[in-house]
């Protein structure tokens, strides 16, 4: 789901140019990139296609070759399915916040639950307690791979940044972000940096793609610049501005951009 993790601002950025493309439209795109070898990880290319959908029932007649999707509520056989369909998939797990309507949601201790995030049912984590994130974390990712998935988007990956009711700090946070990778590479599967944007430069080579939410609206887009140089995909999603305020520039900078709604189901118009 989004995650606020600012006021919104007054003022949204202007951008001169219109984007064309309707929710239905086939997006034209790269390849994403060929099957990777054994013991290879799937590094999807800037401009890539994609949909995010993270409620209702899964619609998998986008033609894009990229699904991120949430890893608990997918099941393997929905992924064998994109599978078959030549689609790449990434398993959407909240690594950075506890959320009481998981199936493991008893496992986690309350001393490592903190403030709200500001939804409902949701509290950030002390991402400080690696003993015991860890091999919470671990099994999830397990759970990933055993579905099937190529990729992970691990989400709330900026405690440091929010009033998370501990002390963390950004040293703190890049440990823990690299620890989040390490898990995810140990089980062969790609990993995307969710937001973080200030730690871009030093986390642009531990993670295969980013993802991005309203980077256009707080003109902070040029901030992911690092992933396209790398030759990694940048997913963007837009949920305030129209296509014609982003599409343009995301174009420019080869951003793979949606608009969508908050709610991040079928909808999607993408530039």
């Known amino acids: 789901m989004k995650r606020f993790t600012t006021a919104l601002v007054a003022t949204l950025l202007l951008l001169t140019a219109a984007c064309t493309a309707e929710p239905d439209e086939d997006d034209a795109t790269p390849d994403p990139g060929p099957a990777p070898a054994p013991g290879d990880r799937w590094v999807p290319r800037p401009g890539t296609a994609w949909q995010w959908q993270l409620t209702g029932k899964l619609d998998t007649s986008v033609d894009v070759p990229v699904y991120d999707v949430d890893g608990f509520l997918t099941s393997k056989e929905e992924v064998d399915r994109l599978k078959k369909d030549g689609r790449r998939t990434i398993c959407y797990i909240s690594t950075g916040a506890w959320e009481d309507f998981r199936p493991d949601a008893d496992r986690f201790p309350k001393a490592v639950l903190g403030e709200g995030n500001g939804w409902k049912g949701e509290r950030w984590l002390d991402i400080r307690a690696v003993d015991v994130l860890e091999p919470l974390m671990a099994t999830r990712f397990d759970m990933c791979r055993d579905k099937g998935f190529d990729a992970v988007e691990p ?42 944007l200030d730690q871009i430069p030093q986390l642009v080579g531990d993670f295969d793609f980013a993802v991005n939410e309203q980077c256009a609206q707080y003109k902070e887009c040029d901030s992911l610049t690092p992933f396209i140089a790398a030759g990694k995909a940048v997913f963007h999603v837009e949920y305030e501005l129209p296509t014609s305020r982003f599409c343009e520039r995301s174009r420019a900078l080869k951003l793979s951009s949606l608009e969508k709604k908050l709610e991040l189901g079928t909808w999607r118009k993408a530039c």
Not at 159 to 175: E, H, I, K, M
Request: proline fraction near 2%.
């Open 155 to 196: 989400d709330n990956m900026d405690a440091y940044r929010n009033d998370s009711g501990f002390p963390v700090t950004a040293d703190d946070q890049l440990r823990f972000n690299r620890l989040i990778a390490r898990l995810a590479h140990d089980r062969g599967l790609s990993v995307g940096l969710k937001n973080d």
